[in-house]
């Protein structure tokens, strides 16, 4: 079945660091979606991408995916100690699997001030 | 707008013994899925429903059941259950399947003894 890779699986930085998370497919995918996970809390959606070589940008975070649709990117430019928490990476297969995402093992991200 | 709501939030089952747990979400959704998380394993999907009366298996569905008989509602059963079991459960819907945000109830820590 499909499988969704993300690397590292933790990481930690001094505040105004940058961070990257990276997330790589077993095969090629419909689209990718990255969700937020703060502490004690439930994933929360951050954004989509769709077609191939996207870029999307919000505030200090930029997304990539990329140009085979099998690898996707999320950098956090300056980072702050709100930004703590577990990122998680989504992808959606095509064919009968219509309905599912198959999330990333995640990436825990500590922020010290 | 309540969104997605998982009862209850907490439980300690012992070995054996059987539940329900159930996500109510007010939206509209077409499509809920349960996931299970565990530390380094992310978020892996256990069964999921494209509306009502129907279920499907995801990644991981032995020893859960699940029903979808009113649109609003998704049950996920356990009817032995067994250390494994473990875990936080986290019930999500979607309008749109793969192609659309998915918003996530509050979480159900499950400890089996």
């Known amino acids: 079945g499909q499988q969704v890779m993300q690397i590292p699986q933790y990481q930690h930085v001094q505040e105004g660091e940058d961070f990257t998370t990276y997330c790589n497919s077993s095969t090629t995918l419909s689209n990718i979606q990255w969700y937020k996970q703060r502490p004690g809390g439930h994933p929360v959606f951050l954004i989509q991408l769709v077609k191939s070589g996207e870029v999307k940008k919000q505030k200090r975070l930029t997304f990539q995916f990329g140009e085979a649709k099998k690898n996707s990117s999320l950098h956090i430019t300056a980072t702050q100690t709100t930004d703590v928490g577990t990122y998680f990476c989504?992808?959606?297969?095509?064919?009968?699997?219509?309905?599912?995402?198959?999330f990333g093992q995640g990436t825990i991200l500590t922020v010290h001030p | 707008n309540a969104g997605v709501t998982q009862t209850p939030k907490f439980r300690v089952l012992k070995t054996g013994q059987s539940m329900t747990l159930l996500c109510a979400q007010d939206?509209?959704?077409?499509?809920m899925y349960w996931y299970r998380q565990d530390p380094g394993m992310g978020l892996r999907l256990i069964h999921y429903?494209?509306?009502?009366?129907?279920?499907a298996k995801g990644e991981v569905p032995d020893g859960y059941n699940v029903s979808r008989l009113k649109k609003q509602n998704f049950l996920l059963g356990l009817e032995s259950a067994a250390p494994s079991q473990t875990s936080v459960y986290f019930c999500?819907?979607?309008?749109?399947?793969?192609?659309?945000?998915?918003?996530f109830g509050q979480g159900t820590r499950l400890t089996v003894v």
């Open positions: 939206m509209n959704h077409e499509y």
């Open positions: 999500a819907s979607t309008w749109g399947g793969k192609l659309t945000e998915a918003f």
């Open positions: 429903s494209v509306g009502e009366g129907t279920t």
């Open positions: 989504a992808g959606g297969a095509g064919g009968t699997s219509y309905g599912k995402l198959t």
